[in-house]
Nanobody
Framework: QVQLVESGGGLAQAGGSLRLSCAASGRSFGMYDMGWFRQAPGKEREFVASISWSTRFTTYAESAKGRFTISRDNAKNTMYLQMNSVKPEDTAVYYC??????????????????????WGQGTQVTVSS
């Protein structure tokens, strides 16, 4: 099992940058595909980006492409979301999520939140215009 804790959220101006971190505790972080999701008030949880356990595969929502970069450092048990050129539409609670892989087949992670077994508590990102 793994516990996930997000940090790095806060208030940013439109066009600015934030870097979110997701720190994992517990064992075998390198056995998890990881993803970032977000949820704005009154809206459904939305996929943002994902990265496979090996880092080989990354996927981005159309809204994130060209602006956000997902990365991970398995040696540090940490995943990151670098958010550049942020927009007011990015305002949401951002969650990191983990999908335990029983076998380390390296494939593109799921975009479906139901595929993820472990979730952090979320970190608020607010972008002012």
């Amino acid at each position: 099992q793994v516990q996930l804790v997000e940090s790095g959220g806060g208030l940013a101006q439109a066009g600015g940058s934030l870097r979110l971190s997701c720190a994992a505790s517990g064992r075998s972080f390198g056995m998890y595909d990881m993803g970032w999701f977000r949820q704005a008030p009154g809206k459904e949880r939305e996929f943002v980006a994902s990265i496979s356990w090996s880092t080989r595969f990354t996927t981005y929502a159309e809204s994130a492409k060209g602006r956000f970069t997902i990365s991970r450092d398995n040696a540090k048990n940490t995943m990151y979301l670098q958010m550049n050129s942020v927009k007011p539409e990015d305002t949401a609670v951002y969650y990191c999520a983990g999908d335990l892989k029983r076998y380390l087949t390296d494939t593109s992670p799921s975009l479906d939140p139901s595929a993820y077994d472990y979730w952090g508590q979320g970190t608020q990102v607010t972008v002012s215009s």
